[in-house]
């Protein structure tokens, strides 16, 4: 039997896309090799034994936590590991994230220093920190969604989706 890798190329980082690949995700999972599992997560890394394709696996809350494939590019177990690839759904919420908080918020620099210690930034005007802190602090506080670890690959680039 053929496989069915070919049908299922990068999907579109919306929530539609997404949920019709958690619903496919079973039936093609079933056709593929296990070649490590990753930490808390369970992250999976399979390949194809037809045509060499490698999957990995994702799970977002905002998703029902649904497990869901998508390719990636083939990479040594080990590496793999240590370092899984990005999951595309937490990638888009991210992106989505920050763009609606930047398009709320503007930040204008202040005369004071940041109050990190070492920071040679300016504060914003109303927040005792610079713009850069001031994230990272409502990041801290789950007020903003933190960047998602893992490797980036074709075709998701360092710049967040919009
Ligand atoms: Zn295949
Ligand atoms: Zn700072």
Redesign the pocket.
Same mark, same amino acid.
């Given at each position: 039997m053929e496989c069915t890798c070919s049908q299922y190329r990068a999907f579109d980082l919306d929530r539609r896309s997404i949920y019709k690949r958690i619903k496919a995700t079973p039936a093609i999972l079933k056709l593929l090799l296990l070649l490590a599992e990753s930490g808390a997560a369970k992250l999976k890394l399979l390949q194809c034994p037809h045509c060499g394709q490698f999957w990995q696996t994702g799970r977002e809350m905002t998703f029902g936590n649904g497990e869901y494939g998508f390719q990636v590019p083939a990479i040594i177990v080990e590496e793999w590991r240590q370092e899984p690839y990005l999951q595309p759904a937490a990638w888009m919420l991210y992106g989505v994230s920050q763009q609606s908080y930047y398009a709320a918020n503007t930040f204008e620099p202040s005369d004071m220093p940041?109050?990190?210690a070492q =920071?040679?930034?300016r504060?914003i005007r109303g927040s005792g920190? =610079?713009? *850069? *802190?001031h994230i990272e602090q409502l990041q801290q506080f789950g007020l903003l969604r933190k960047r998602p670890e893992g490797r980036l690959f074709h075709p998701y680039n360092a710049t967040a989706p919009a």
């Open positions: 940041c109050g990190v =920071c040679p930034n504060a920190v =610079c713009e *850069h *802190h």
